[in-house]
């Protein structure tokens, strides 16, 4: 019976990591829906998230919890200028510089990262996370149990204000039709504005719940962001509930993974789900084919 | 992003233009074969990276600037060529040059595998498909043991100087020079140009979009596991971390774009631009990675041509402005002399 035990442990923890993988990878799916712009320095924004926490919020003796909406509000404000100022002027181009210039971004934050923070190994400790959880024969580490729940309240906060808000009224019309909705009023580069802050909120609060199950280095970010990507086209594109359902299967797939061909292995599992997604059913899993 | 397609009227004096462009080129980078001295060591060792670099931006350009398939992927098949090469040499005994074409087999037919999934749902996603292959090759190839795992493969045979490396990498860079315009200067870079602008249309009159991509991406791959093959046999000890790492991917990207995407002479002007910066900020890797990347933004943002692009309009426009002034005074004389 104690290998059965082992797969439903891993399952377990498969789940609930896949929670934050889900909450990591929501900036992604909304900026790519939302905007059309493949963010390739979606991994960094996580990481500035784990170095706002453990190089400011901690330092300042903020409380796990509060430090949070901190962080998701500081990332915020750092994101909004660089879409304002470095992504918005290339609407006209071709989608490719835009993606590029985010590229260009991924390295020059990356490399900051080694400038200020070395490429020493962080590990963010989380309230009282460290502490493990028995129920019957399932253990798992308490942070598991606490990011888990903290994902799911921000992603249905943030499917609140999509669905419910006036802003998401104007996210959505923008994200369907553009021109449509500037020619009934929208401000669209306002909303973009608006939607990649947003998205860079989300990942730095992903970043640093997933910096609290694993440690990360400065060049953790290609990780995360493939992991988010295969999430995405897994889940199907601008899909909140889709992102949620791509989070949970690689999360467990994860667990799985890593349980049966070793840790090492782990990281290998998105990428090779990323691939043949993109082969076999590029339009996810709940999506209709021709969608 | 997208290069202009020049009127035919002008086609054969821009095909003159490319032949004397390639010979006079050729010719400069091979004088340091022919004339013994010419050359301090070191002098060969950046010749020989300038030279490699030089193949995997043109390799390069043909997808992302005929093609628009924007790739991160470069350290795949350059990789896959390298290990190829190793495994032959060590394990068959054979000799470098064979090898050498095995390599190219190799990355071409990598190529193959992985196109059903990076050609899906095109444009950007091929960016990120090809990204997740170099990943998840890496990390395959650090897990497993087959292939040497995290340590990788040392060479059997002792690695040759670097005259006669620097050598090989220039027959390697005439060669790609040979294909890749023999390739642009043929109708298949028609058909990829317009699946490039525009893939439904190109699929409406009859291209067969798949096929012209697929051809593109496996001759562009070939190229570039030939270029890791050299790198192997230079280094005489491979291991994933760097044959697969995505620096190569990411050194590739930055010459052709500083450089110049779809311009003749960009993968050349960006090679030199990025291995002086390279060499000028040795010491500190990060430093230089971090200003590439600033760079990249800026030169995205400014000049969508890249350096070369940003040179030719700057000559265009200072020439433009003398003959302006030059008329100018004419005229200024002309109603001097009337007042006279």
Redesign the interface.
């Known amino acids: 019976m104690e290998n059965v035990d082992i797969v439903i442990n891993s399952l377990v923890s498969g789940v609930l990591l896949g929670g934050v993988l889900a909450l990591a990878a929501l900036g992604l799916s909304i900026v790519l829906g939302v905007m059309g712009l493949v963010n390739l320095a979606h991994g960094e924004l996580l990481i500035a998230g784990g170095y706002l926490m453990v190089f400011v919020m901690q330092p300042l003796g903020l409380s796990s919890l509060l430090a949070l909406p901190l962080v998701a509000v500081l990332m915020a404000a750092l994101a909004w200028p660089l879409q304002r100022y470095m992504l918005q002027p290339l609407a006209d181009k071709p989608p490719e510089s835009a993606m590029m210039t985010t590229f260009g971004l991924s390295i020059v934050l990356q490399n900051v990262y080694i400038m200020l923070f070395h490429a020493d190994t962080r590990s963010i400790q989380f309230g009282n996370g460290v502490s493990s959880i028995q129920i019957g024969p399932v253990g798992f580490g308490r942070i598991y149990l606490i990011g888990f729940v903290l994902s799911i309240v921000v992603i249905l906060a943030v499917h609140f204000l999509i669905s419910r808000t006036a802003f998401g009224r104007d996210l959505r019309a923008s994200a369907s039709d553009p021109v449509a909705a500037a020619v009934n009023g929208v401000d669209v580069r306002r909303v973009h504005g608006w939607t990649f802050a947003l998205g860079a909120a989300c990942a730095g609060v992903g970043g640093v719940l997933i910096g609290s199950i694993f440690a990360f280095t400065p060049i953790s970010g290609a990780t995360y962001l493939l992991n988010a990507f295969a999430i995405v086209v897994l889940g199907g594109l601008g899909n909140i509930f889709g992102t949620l359902v791509g989070g949970l299967l690689l999360g467990v797939l994860q667990s799985l993974g890593g349980l049966m061909l070793g840790d090492g292995y782990r990281d290998l599992v998105g990428l090779v789900l990323l691939l043949l997604m993109l082969a076999l059913r590029p339009q996810g899993l709940l999506g209709r084919k021709g969608g | 992003?997208?290069t202009q397609i020049k009127p035919a009227a002008h086609a054969d004096a821009a095909a003159c233009r490319t032949i004397a462009y390639s010979v006079v080129l050729l010719a400069v980078v091979g004088f340091p074969i022919v004339v013994p001295g010419a050359l301090s060591s070191y002098g060969f060792e950046v010749g020989f990276r300038l030279l490699l670099l030089m193949t995997l931006a043109e390799a390069w350009n043909l997808l992302a600037g005929y093609g628009?398939l924007?790739s991160?992927g470069t350290a795949s098949f350059f990789g896959a060529g390298g290990y190829m090469l190793m495994g032959l040499m060590n394990f068959a005994g054979l000799p470098v040059l064979p090898a050498l074409l095995a390599s190219a087999v190799a990355g071409a037919a990598l190529a193959a595998l992985?196109s059903?999934?990076?050609f899906?749902?095109k444009?950007?996603?091929f960016?990120?498909?090809t990204?997740?292959?170099a990943?998840?090759i890496r990390?395959?190839m650090?897990?497993t043991s087959y292939f040497g795992g995290a340590t990788g493969w040392f060479a059997v045979v002792d690695p040759p100087s670097v005259q006669v490396l620097y050598l090989w990498a220039w027959v390697l860079f005439v060669f790609a020079t040979i294909v890749l315009s023999l390739y642009v200067s043929s109708r298949l870079s028609i058909a990829l140009k317009a699946v490039r602008d525009d893939e439904a249309a190109a699929d409406q009159v009859g291209v067969r979009v798949f096929r012209v991509k697929l051809l593109a991406f496996m001759t562009a791959s070939a190229l570039m596991a030939m270029a890791g093959g050299l790198q192997a046999v230079k280094l005489g000890a491979i291991e994933p971390y760097g044959m697969f790492g995505?620096s190569w991917s990411?050194d590739v990207?930055s010459v052709v774009?500083i450089g110049g995407i779809g311009l003749r002479a960009g993968p050349l002007v960006g090679t030199v631009f990025i291995v002086a910066l390279s060499e000028w900020l040795a010491d500190y890797p990060?430093?230089h990675?971090?200003i590439?990347?600033?760079i990249?933004?800026v030169v995205?943002?400014c000049a969508?041509q890249g350096l070369t692009g940003l040179a030719i309009s700057l000559w265009r426009r200072r020439n433009g402005r003398r003959t302006q002034t030059g008329r100018a005074d004419a005229a200024g004389a002309q109603s001097a002399l009337e007042r006279g």
Do not use: C, H, K, S
Request: proline share 5%; aromatic share 4%.
């Open positions: 992003m997208q628009g924007v991160l992985v059903p999934a990076v899906r749902l444009g950007l996603y960016t990120v498909g990204l997740a292959l990943e998840a990390l395959f650090i897990n995505i990411v990207l774009i990060d430093v990675l971090a590439t990347g600033l990249l933004i995205i943002r969508p």
